[in-house]
């Protein structure tokens, strides 16, 4: 599988493969490595790879489907985007890599709404939590990426939603006058 790891404004592309005796991880041209993945617990996992070790948090990226968050400690979350979701993107219109302001925020996994903290007019910051989503018996914070108004909330606590279902809908920001 390829993915493109976006880091710092740069798109590098991550490639994982089924290697000899587990997953073989290689960035950019860079050669395949053995890596090892350990979850410790929830979203947290081990990570190996060659000689480097780290804990990494890895989440569903909500304003992505397909797509993920990985997250070392201390660090800004990259965006883990399958190269496939990449292409939909660009042949969409829209840039992958753009921030991520006014637009709809969908659900990266089924589950079940179990909790709504915002409602239609609500100011947020980037890391609010909006909702939580259970999937898998397990509760996933959905916390926007950005600063922004709440433009609607398409689901209720207790609503069962599929991939890619709306969740909510920011609005647009009017541009600054001068």
Known sequence: MHYTVDVGGESLELRVEQGPSGLAVALGEGPLEEARW????????????????????????????????????????????PVDERTRAASAGRDANAPKGPGVLRSAMPGVIVEIHVAEGDRVEAGQVLLILEAMKMQNEIKATVGGSIASVFVSAGDTVPAGEKLVEFAAEPEPTA
Do not use: C, I, N
């Open 38 to 81: 350990v979850q410790v617990s929830g979203t947290l996992y081990s990570l190996e790879w060659g000689s480097r070790r780290a804990r990494v948090r890895v989440e569903p990226d909500p304003m992505e489907p397909g797509g993920f968050r990985v997250t070392l400690p201390g660090k800004t979350p990259l965006s883990l985007l």
